[in-house]
């Protein structure tokens, strides 16, 4: 059984930051890809970023020069490093484990945790 729990959600004003983190159980933590996904009231869940078991990246074109995922494999944590955010960043928030390397596809995550709230005022 695999167990996640994201931290780090919070109220910002626009253009500051966060960082939130997501720590994993039950599972051989290092050898997986892990995802970011976001879901805001009355909008579809979607793909924020994914980092790969090596530490590559991939990130949706909302948030690219913004958002920034790396990973401790020691702590088995993933963090997603948020910058100048935008009221259109706010959303709950939620790490998944990757099936494989379809990482903007939602269908391919098997694993998720309960999310965490972002709100960015204006």
């Known amino acids: 059984q695999v167990q996640l729990v994201e931290s780090g959600g919070g109220l910002v004003q626009a253009g500051g930051s966060l960082r939130l983190s997501c720590v994993a159980s039950?599972?051989?933590?290092?050898?997986?890809?892990m995802g970011w996904f976001r879901q805001a009231p009355g909008k579809e869940r979607e793909f924020v970023g994914a980092?790969?078991?090596?530490?590559?990246?991939y990130y949706a074109d909302s948030v690219k020069g913004r958002f920034t995922i790396s990973r401790d494999n020691a702590k088995n944590t993933v963090y997603l490093q948020m910058n100048n955010l935008k009221p259109e960043d706010t959303a709950v928030y939620s790490c998944?484990?990757?099936?494989?390397?379809?990482?903007?596809?939602?269908?391919?995550?098997?694993?998720w945790g309960q999310g965490t709230q972002v709100t960015v005022s204006s």
């Open positions: 980092i790969s078991w090596s530490g590559i990246t």
């Open positions: 039950g599972r051989t933590f290092s050898s997986s890809a």
């Open positions: 998944a484990v990757s099936k494989g390397p379809s990482y903007y596809d939602l269908g391919n995550y098997d694993y």
